[in-house]
């Protein structure tokens, strides 16, 4: 009798089989890639669940959808993909002891069984920022932050950073994540005469500091985290012109490069393709390395997998995990890039 694995893909973007966000399709051809290889040799069923989470809904919602998959006997679970989500989850996923690998950006959304694809980091991204800021001389920096576990953190570290390298944060102002009206906070940062902007957050308010501070004719360097990525839809790049931010891939990443000529991928879908290829990659290692397909052995695979290469970040990122760590992407895997008439731009590379 052939082997059955059920796959669990947990969303916490929506709450029905129409939101966005489904990496369903790069997991399954990553599966089927080594089962055309003869790697594996059980046949993979995914099932799926979803809860609207944080910010705009709640980490219970993402309970129940993952509690609904840890009965359906998920031998691994991939998601949550919010970093306030992950934080929420990682003690769930440790009481159930299931396999589970998220792609948000939080570096303590870890775990014995909570294993991490970055997509972004609450923790790296703000060094990255506070060094190029540091970089181009703009050393007096003005901040405005989501008061949500995501900002805060993001501000901590760029704190920690800046006291290190003698940037000096002169302005700090808190907006809901939610915000869609933040001229008094960014006008209060102005008033300190930074010569940097920060924006730090899950991005949904980041519209609302961008505008008024392009309406002012402030001409400083402006730079936001992973955030910046929210520009691939709608009129965010348009609201954030001329805005560095934090992205997951580079222009030179050869195995990206593969990737896209292959599936003919465009340009404004390959951050998601680096991302999809990735973690579908994680996922179907993991399977093809387990001795077993029960969820000890599935995490057992997981941290078999090592040094493979990496679609997201800059060339020569590496995939993998290991006995004691569960953060997959290893090596320069944040990229600089600025949204430029709507066009997303790797910064210092011509």
Known sequence: MTTMIRVGVLNDMGDGPDTPGDIT???????????????????????????????????????????????????????????????????????????TINWAGAERGRGEWMFHLQVGSHEDESLVMARHLKAIGATRVGVVFDESPIGTRHLQYLEDEARIIGLEIIATEGISPLAEDAAGKVERVLASRPQGFVYLGLGLSA????????????RGPR???????????????????????????????????????????????????????????????????ARDFTREGVKTGLEQVKWLPAAEGEEGTLLGFGIQDRGALHGRYLVLRQWVNGVTVEVGKE
Not at 49 to 76: C, H, I, N, Y
Not at 207 to 215: S, Y
């Open 207 to 218: 519209p609302a500091v961008a505008r008024p501070l392009a309406a002012s004719g402030w």
């Open 25 to 99: 399709d790069w997991l399954r051809r990553e599966v089927e890639a080594v089962q055309a290889a003869g790697r594996l040799d059980a046949e993979v069923e995914f099932i799926h669940a979803w809860g609207l989470g944080l910010p705009s809904g709640t980490a219970e919602a993402v309970e129940r959808a993952f509690m609904q998959l840890v009965r359906q006997d998920a031998a691994l679970i991939v998601g949550p993909a919010i970093g306030d989500n992950a934080l929420a989850a990682t003690p769930w996923v440790e009481r159930e002891q299931v396999p």
């Open 223 to 289: 730079i936001m985290n992973t955030a910046g990525l929210r520009g691939y839809h709608g009129d965010f790049a348009a609201a954030c012109d001329g805005w560095i931010y934090i992205d997951m891939h580079s222009d030179a990443n050869r195995t990206l490069t593969a990737l896209r000529a292959r599936m003919d991928v465009p340009p404004q879908a390959a951050v998601w393709a680096a991302k999809g290829h990735d973690i579908g990659r994680l996922a179907a290692e993991g399977l093809a390395r």
